[in-house]
């Protein structure tokens, strides 16, 4: 600053006018610089008009993007059931599930399952420290040392009464006091088979809890060093085979004359909602709730794919001598005052409008009949999207 004072006036002018001017190119510059051109690419699909290429037949070319909201499945024939979708429950196969409880008190020293756990016959499922046991062998034990006794007395007894050296009186009463020993000793045994039916391995007072059958454990109510009884609520485990299960069907008071022992059943879970499995009654139901005027339907399911599972709420359909038919859902169909359509995919990117004949319409789905052949691919997804773009297509004509 103190060298810039020192300049002459003349010498001040000519560096501001430098400034100015450096400001001004630079100004300019700014203003007029080439501008960098940023080439971005959108990925966008190409909306390309249908073309209708003959009367109810539309194709899109590939890559369309209509394609991308229209869906069509491969869909086979299968019997028409005769009535809609009925609420029905899963429940264990009572012919192939253990629920293990005890006969006796006692105390869990050592649990050897947990749920889940694939158990053959006779596997340990739990350890349990009884004293009912220990009471029951030392009973035992006590009868036979003295039937053992009184038998020991009837020989003696016997050697002397032919020398008449005992008497009638005391020889009868020798013989009563033999037979109540081995009474006792029945009740002793009878009892210690009661409290052990099942013929479970016993060590002192320590009695091992085994698997009666071969499956998996599904529940356990046992926790280590619970007081065990008889009397328990619940099982301490449940033992099963997953792969065959109880279907509960709540069939309506009115259709209960329509079903017949042997009759196939389709479920639908909304755990697997594209899936559907089979299963066959087994037995029809013999009582009316008052309350509800239904009846309790029973069908065994094939669950070899161990998907469903006990208490599923599922919806069953009973099939049986009402025809055969395409199940489509009602979002497929298009109604057209009386007569009803959907749209079928004859290859990639062409479908065609084809008339139908619905056998039953139920909530969510319709059984066709005349019409569909079956295991053709229709659109189940984008009907009517189809169907604008076909009249469009017609209306530009």
Same mark, same amino acid.
């Given at each position: #600053?103190?060298?810039?004072?020192?300049?002459?006036?003349?010498?001040?002018?000519? =560096?501001?006018?430098?400034?100015?001017? /450096?400001?001004?190119?630079?100004?300019?510059?700014?203003? /007029?610089?080439?501008?960098?051109?940023?080439?971005?690419v !959108?990925?966008?699909?190409?909306?390309? *008009?249908?073309?209708?290429i003959?009367?109810? &037949?539309?194709?899109y070319?590939s890559?369309?993007?209509? %394609?991308?909201?229209?869906?069509?499945?491969?869909? $086979?024939?299968?019997?028409v059931?005769?009535?809609?979708? %009925?609420?029905?429950?899963i429940? @264990?196969?009572?012919? &192939?599930?253990?629920?293990?409880?005890?006969?006796?008190? +006692?105390r869990? =020293?050592? %649990?050897?399952?947990? $749920?889940?756990?694939?158990v053959k016959?006779?596997?340990?499922l *739990?350890?349990?420290?009884?004293?009912? /046991?220990?009471?029951?062998?030392?009973?035992?034990?006590?009868?036979?040392?003295?039937e053992?006794?009184?038998?020991?007395?009837?020989?003696?007894?016997k050697?002397?009464?032919?020398g008449e050296?005992?008497?009638t009186?005391?020889? !009868?009463?020798?013989?009563? !006091?033999?037979?109540?020993?081995q009474?006792?000793?029945?009740?002793?045994?009878q009892?210690?088979?009661?409290?052990?039916?099942?013929?479970?391995?016993?060590?002192?007072?320590?009695?091992t809890?085994?698997?009666p #059958?071969d499956?998996?454990?599904?529940?356990?109510?046992a926790?280590?060093?619970?007081?065990?009884?008889?009397?328990?609520?619940?099982?301490?485990?449940?033992?099963?085979?997953?792969?065959?299960?109880?279907?509960? =069907?709540?069939?309506?008071?009115?259709?209960?004359?329509?079903?017949?022992?042997g009759s196939?059943?389709?479920?639908?879970?909304? *755990? @697997?909602?594209?899936?559907?499995?089979?299963?066959?009654?087994?037995?029809?139901?013999q009582?009316?709730?008052?309350?509800?005027?239904?009846?309790?339907?029973?069908?065994?399911i094939?669950?070899?794919?161990?998907?469903?599972?006990?208490e #599923? /709420?599922?919806r069953?359909?009973?099939?049986?001598?009402?025809?055969q038919?395409?199940?489509?859902?009602? !979002?497929?169909?298009?109604?057209r005052g009386i007569?009803? @359509?959907v749209?079928?995919?004859?290859s $990639? +990117?062409?479908?065609?409008?084809?008339?139908?004949?619905?056998?039953k319409?139920?909530?969510?789905?319709?059984?066709?009949?005349?019409?569909?052949?079956?295991?053709?691919?229709?659109?189940?997804?984008?009907?009517?999207? %189809?169907?604008?773009?076909m009249?469009?297509r017609a209306?530009?004509?």
């Open positions: #600053m103190q060298y810039f004072n020192k300049l002459s006036n003349q010498q001040k002018k000519i =560096i501001g006018i430098v400034l100015v001017i /450096f400001l001004v190119l630079l100004l300019t510059w700014l203003i /007029f610089k080439p501008k960098k051109h940023i080439a971005t !959108e990925s966008t699909m190409v909306v390309a *008009a249908p073309e209708v003959a009367s109810g &037949v539309i194709r070319k890559g369309a993007a209509q %394609l991308s909201m229209i869906q069509s499945q491969l869909i $086979p024939i299968s019997p059931p005769i009535a809609d979708q %009925l609420s029905a429950r429940a @264990y196969d009572d012919e &192939v599930t253990a629920r293990i409880g005890v006969s006796f008190s +006692g869990i =020293i050592s %649990l050897k399952a947990a $749920p889940g756990d694939v016959a006779g596997q340990a *739990a350890i349990i420290d009884s004293p009912d /046991f220990g009471t029951a062998y030392a009973d035992l034990n006590k009868a036979r040392a003295d053992k006794r009184k038998q020991l007395a009837v020989k003696r007894a050697d002397l009464v032919p050296a005992i008497s009186r005391d020889w !009868e009463a020798v013989q009563a !006091e033999y037979a109540q020993a009474a006792e000793t029945a009740r002793a045994e009892r210690l088979k009661n409290i052990n039916p099942h013929d479970l391995l016993i060590k002192g007072q320590r009695v809890l085994a698997s #059958m499956g998996i454990v599904t529940e356990r109510n926790t280590p060093a619970l007081e065990v009884s008889p009397n328990m609520a619940a099982p301490l485990f449940v033992v099963t085979d997953p792969k065959s299960l109880w279907l509960m =069907i709540d069939l309506p008071e009115s259709l209960l004359g329509q079903v017949k022992l196939e059943v389709a479920l639908v879970s909304d *755990a @697997y909602p594209t899936e559907r499995f089979n299963a066959k009654i087994i037995q029809l139901g009582v009316i709730n008052p309350n509800t005027r239904r009846a309790n339907v029973l069908a065994r094939d669950n070899s794919a161990g998907k469903l599972l006990p #599923m /709420f599922v069953a359909s009973i099939l049986q001598n009402n025809g038919g395409v199940r489509v859902p009602n !979002e497929a169909i298009l109604i007569y009803s @359509y749209f079928v995919e004859t $990639p +990117g062409e479908f065609t409008l084809r008339p139908v004949k619905l056998l319409r139920g909530i969510d789905f319709s059984y066709v009949g005349e019409g569909l052949k079956g295991d053709e691919k229709i659109v189940i997804k984008g009907a009517l999207l %189809l169907d604008a773009e009249d469009s209306g530009d004509k």
